[in-house]
């Protein structure tokens, strides 16, 4: 396989649930990033990882928690979650010593919080 | 406070019919500026990256320009599979020294045969 991918492609949990999102990626890259996308809303980045270590955290509620054990894996562990969190959540990969290296991305978890 | 504004939001145009998406910015310390394609049911696909103003690239029937506040995305006798929603982002230096890239919302883009 190549590129950026992510399982499943569609999830619906309810609040009490806990679900995980996983994103792999293929392309030799060094730093991972978790986006949110919401309609009518910009990209809201949420975590970034650069060779394996926690490097941003956007004021995201401890309701999500990242994981990156290894440069080509990350997940998202996701629990008690509230209906305005859904949403498409993006994982992205990109060459961190590249300044302005373009992120590339995975086709999204749609996830549906009820 | 670091910006991007897409316009239109959302664009109609008949198959051949060129136009242009603008996307203006106000972030400050430019390091580059992305043009991004998404597919409904998709990630964004990259497109482009500009550095500096002045600076223009091209893919098949688009072409991106770059001045100091905003950038173009003209797209020349477009086709329906060029229906899509694109995404501006642009990477710039906050006052406080660190990198930080900002999205705009996108403009919708429909072609219709």
């Known amino acids: 396989e190549t590129g950026v991918t992510q399982t499943p492609r569609h999830l619906v949990m309810g609040m009490t649930n806990k679900k995980s999102l996983k994103c792999e990626q293929h392309?030799?890259?060094?730093?991972m990033y978790w986006y949110k996308q919401s309609a009518k809303k910009p990209l809201e980045l949420m975590f970034v990882?650069?060779?394996?270590?926690?490097?941003e955290n956007n004021s995201v509620p401890s309701r999500f928690s990242p994981e990156c054990p290894n440069s080509s894996h990350l997940f998202l562990h996701l629990h008690t979650l509230q209906p305005e969190d859904s949403a498409l959540y993006l994982c992205a990969s990109s060459q961190e010593d590249r300044v302005t290296a373009p992120l590339h991305f995975g086709n999204g978890t749609r996830l549906t919080v009820t | 406070e670091d910006q991007v504004t897409q316009s239109p939001e959302a664009l109609r145009l008949q198959e051949g019919e060129s136009s242009s998406l603008n996307c203006s910015y106000t972030v400050s310390g430019l390091r580059g500026l992305f043009w991004y394609r998404q597919d409904p049911g998709k990630g964004p696909e990259f497109l482009f990256t500009l550095y500096s103003a002045g600076e223009e690239k091209e893919k098949e029937r688009l072409k991106a320009t770059l001045t100091k506040k905003e950038s173009f995305l003209h797209i020349t006798a477009p086709k329906p599979e060029d229906s899509a929603t694109y995404l501006c982002a642009v990477q710039g230096v906050t006052q406080g020294g660190s990198e930080k890239l900002v999205f705009g919302k996108g403009t919708k883009l429909t072609v219709n045969p």
């Open positions: 990882y650069s060779l394996e270590e926690r490097v």
């Open positions: 392309l030799g890259h060094n730093a």
